[in-house]
């Protein structure tokens, strides 16, 4: 780590998860562009931390915001992570490149299985071989209420019923019929709800795109922060939920480098107490490990948690620009 040098760092902004709040996506993007000088802003490298879909009622307008910002912004870099809604997301449109060892996404299933009743997991068309987060996020969940968070379930046990209805197609049927009756009750007609599937028809291919070249881990050597010896050029790593403690940094990053989808639950997109804490070996050449995920805003040394929102419609969603530390939220006057 260095002292920093001139000219001026570039500016770096780390969005945290949006979680299908389209308003509020565009709303804290405004409020950056008017917090940060013109051309600093405008040649920022902008790293947006995942989860851009389920909970809020405006995934697919989240993600044709996020679809139009390179041709917007032609001067800025855009890194897009997955998280792990996203990475199911994509599992259930079938867009995970393959197990690299010629395995079947299947294999994934058993060490899970005991959830699968409880979860509801997807098992219509296509659940043959579909990844294990891809079954989970289209599923129905059979119990309503989610008691580590306070909430009812919208749908499954990602949140995903409104990411359905985004896309004009309701979540949870299975191609049973629904009956209708004419105003004077004499005629009766059945008519077959709409699959699960239909949704793979109804995402428009930009959005597959998208999806199916999300990240899921960025490094950036000469990010600069201030820090309270000064400012300070460190190396940034940036993965949606963060590295595990415990376990060799260089292989966890060859394999969220490789998007190994061997791995039916990655840690580094999912995690939660094992992904808080900066890995010890990273701490000899001090790195800035930035991720959302965690429904927290913590800003600790060099670990960066930015998630104020955590998907819950009453919290801002953030965004924290470096090297100066600054917090800007949708909220802000």
């Known amino acids: 780590m260095s002292e920093s040098p001139n000219p001026k760092p570039r500016v770096v902004i780390c969005v945290g998860d949006i979680h299908g709040f389209a308003t509020k996506l565009k709303n804290l993007w405004s409020n950056l562009e008017s917090s940060i000088h013109r051309s600093e802003f405008e040649s920022a490298t902008i790293i947006f931390l995942g989860d851009y879909c389920d909970r809020g009622p405006e995934t697919r307008h989240v993600i044709d915001f996020l679809v139009a910002l390179p041709s917007s912004y032609p001067r800025q870099k855009h890194v897009f992570l997955a998280g ?3 990475l199911a997301f994509a599992a259930f449109l079938h867009l995970l490149p393959s197990p690299p060892d010629g395995s079947l996404f299947s294999e994934g299933w058993k060490e899970y299985a005991a959830s699968e009743e409880r979860e509801g997991w997807f098992n219509g068309e296509g659940f043959e071989n579909m990844h294990l987060q891809g079954r989970r996020w289209s599923g129905k969940i059979k119990v309503k209420f989610n008691t580590a968070k306070g909430t009812d379930y919208q749908g499954s046990i ?26 004077n009750e004499k005629n009766v007609e059945a008519v077959v709800t709409v699959n699960d599937i239909d949704l793979v028809k109804a995402v428009p291919d930009e959005h597959k795109k ?4 999300l990240v899921w881990v960025h490094e ?20 949606h939920a963060g590295l595990e403690k415990g376990k060799n940094v260089k292989e966890q990053l060859k394999l969220l480098k490789d998007r190994d989808t061997r791995v039916p639950k990655v840690e580094a997109l999912s995690g939660r107490k094992s992904v808080w804490d900066i890995p010890e070996e990273l701490t000899a050449s001090p790195t800035i490990i930035v991720s959302g995920h965690h429904a927290k805003l913590h800003t600790e040394g060099l670990r960066l948690i930015i998630d104020e929102g955590g998907g819950y419609k009453d919290r801002p969603v953030a965004a924290i620009i470096l090297p100066s530390k600054t917090i800007i939220r949708d909220t802000d006057a």
């Open 84 to 86: 792990n809604h996203d």
């Open 158 to 183: 990602y949140d995903a019923g409104p990411t359905f209805e985004s896309y004009g197609v309701p979540h949870g049927s299975a191609g049973s019929p629904l009956w209708f009756f004419d105003r």
């Open 210 to 213: 998208f999806l199916a070249d």
């Open 220 to 239: 950036k050597d000469d990010v600069f922060i201030n820090t309270e010896d000064g400012v300070k050029c460190c190396k940034l790593i940036a993965v």
